[in-house]
């Protein structure tokens, strides 16, 4: 499912137009990058859990000539997914 496809199912499940379900959308998508920056974690109800990491530097490969490159640390988002959507997967 792409942006406009979600916007779309969004606009019909809250009977709401597509401008409005696009804002709600993007507010989501903000808040939720500010949150994370600032360290915290977003629940998503009867989704899961978003939180941040950390991924510790690391040697890598360039593919191309294979010549060893080092791989800075870096933060990254997680997504911990709730027991009943894993349920509802399977």
């Known amino acids: 499912m792409n942006k406009a496809e979600l916007i779309n199912a969004i606009a019909n499940a809250s009977d709401s137009t597509k401008a409005q379900a696009e804002k709600m959308l993007n507010a989501l998508g903000d808040i939720t ?3 994370l920056k600032a360290g915290g974690e977003v629940t998503l109800p009867a989704l899961g859990k978003l939180t941040t990491g950390e991924r510790a530097a690391r040697t890598g ?5 294979g010549a060893a490159i080092e791989i800075p640390a870096a933060k990254v988002a997680k997504f911990k997914a709730l027991k009943s959507l894993k349920d509802a997967l399977n």
Do not use: E, L, S
């Open 33 to 35: 990058t500010q949150q």
């Open 61 to 65: 490969r360039n593919p191309q000539t």
